[in-house]
């Protein structure tokens, strides 16, 4: 594992909602916004930028925790900045703040955490959990 980043950096991407993106389960569509689960899937996309850049060739990063606090809705069309703040890197486990926004609304916060672990390690661990 490269550590390349310090306290405060930040990794920023763009999406746009659509309509997959909307509160929906097998009974219909709750709410024409964006759902948890998709904010909860950019969020970890904009942690994992730092993975990326982050990781060796044998490596590769696992979730380990997800926390999102909705602040306000975004509708389908908007396109929200989902950006991630390097918080702390502690036994190879990344830390990043996350803060969802369009334009000057704030949309969400949270946070997340990405485990660096050799690829070998994880097959290992899921190897002995599978039944």
């Given at each position: 594992m490269k550590n390349i980043f310090k306290l405060g950096d930040c990794q920023t991407h763009h999406f746009e909602v659509k309509e997959a993106d909307f509160a929906s389960f097998k009974?219909?569509?709750v709410h024409r916004?964006?759902?948890?689960f998709a904010l909860g899937r950019e969020m970890e996309w904009s942690s994992r930028l730092f993975v990326l850049e982050m990781i060796e060739s044998n490596e590769e990063g696992v979730g380990t925790f997800l926390n999102i606090k909705h602040h306000g809705p975004a509708f389908l069309g908007e396109r929200l900045t989902v950006k991630a703040i390097f918080d702390s890197l502690e036994h190879h486990e990344l830390i990043c703040k996350?803060?969802?926004s369009i334009g000057e609304r704030l949309i969400a916060t949270g946070m997340t955490g990405q485990k660096i672990?050799?690829?070998d390690k994880i097959n290992q661990i899921f190897t002995s959990l599978e039944r």
């Open positions: 009974v219909g569509t916004v964006c759902s948890t996350i803060e969802v672990l050799t690829k």
